[in-house]
């Protein structure tokens, strides 16, 4: 067991603790000494996680959909350990599908969950982390950010509006010592595909073959995913550990490669278009070329 003097006062509230990344970071965590908040839809699932680490842990039911939920559970974190140390904004979900096919219900479902479960979660977090003073709080975002991916166009769209809010949130509570970081996972082997997504079946002929192939793409990758779920963990820990650490974090080398080339293009069309962008000021205004 790895512990420090500094990590073994933290509280950790992490949602998503069921399975995937959560477990891991959780267990993690729990390994080096710290507490942590064990929250998941079905309690049951995290019952055994609970049993081994009885004295670092407060196990709680929280679907991160439903806002009484969310208060109750941060509710009870604090009445029973004071702080909040790390918020960790885990759950997630992924519908797929294309643009002209998924149904409204199952779009606003995703962003209730990518989105908005965070948003109330961090509404219900940060009033106490600006008490103390301090705190850090990791959105796991995605690098479906960075890629444009056919059939992915909702679970990116939640992501993206995820990391819009996480950008701008750092900089509003910087001055009460509380950190920001979104962290964007590649592809690590966990059982996110079988547990947390669905996939649309096309209904208008011309997408059959996309959407079909799209499928048969994931299903293939499962299971043989590059990346190691506690190398992520330890890789969370070390921001939260750092004293300066990162507005946007990485996990992967396949996440490296994504975001790489994901700027390289917008760097091109950007290049390739900048005399047509800058040249739609007024005549009389000067535009540094």
């Not at 998503?16 to 929250?39: D, H, I, K, P, Q």
């Not at 998941?40 to 407060?58: G, K, Y």
């Not at 444009?148 to 509003?172: M, R």
């Amino acid at each position: 067991m790895v512990t420090s003097s500094v990590s073994q006062t933290r509280i950790w509230f992490i949602t998503g603790t069921s399975s995937g990344l959560g477990r891991a970071l959780a267990e993690t965590v729990l390994e080096r000494g710290e507490t942590v908040v064990l929250t998941a839809r079905n309690p049951q699932q995290i019952e055994d996680l609970a049993a081994s680490f009885p004295n670092q842990t407060l196990a709680l039911q929280l679907d991160v959909t439903k806002p009484e939920e969310v208060r109750e559970a941060v509710k009870q974190a604090i009445a029973k350990f004071g702080r909040i140390d790390v918020l960790v904004n885990n759950a997630g979900y992924k519908v797929a599908g294309v643009v002209e096919e998924v149904s409204d219900e199952e779009v606003r479902y995703q962003f209730e969950i990518n989105f908005f479960g965070v948003l109330e979660t961090l509404r219900a977090v940060l009033p106490h982390m600006r008490k103390q003073r301090s705190g850090h709080i990791l959105n796991i975002s995605s690098t479906a950010c960075f890629m444009a991916e056919p059939t992915g166009g909702f679970y990116g769209s939640s992501k993206l509006a995820l990391e819009g809010i996480s950008g701008s949130l750092a900089y509003e509570v910087e001055p009460f010592g509380i950190k920001v970081t979104a962290v964007e996972p590649g592809s690590f082997k966990t059982d996110f595909i079988k547990r947390s997504f669905v996939a649309n079946d096309s209904q208008i002929d011309d997408y059959k073959e996309l959407v079909n192939q799209s499928r048969q793409d994931m299903l293939d990758d499962h299971g043989k995913q590059p990346g190691d779920p506690k190398k992520a963990a330890l890789a969370m820990i070390k921001v939260v550990d750092s004293d300066n650490p990162p507005q946007r974090l990485a996990l992967g080398a396949d996440a490296v490669e994504i975001i790489d080339n994901a700027l390289e293009f917008i760097k091109g069309d950007l290049d390739a278009w900048k005399e047509v962008s800058v040249n739609t000021a007024f005549d009389e205004v000067l535009v540094a070329k």
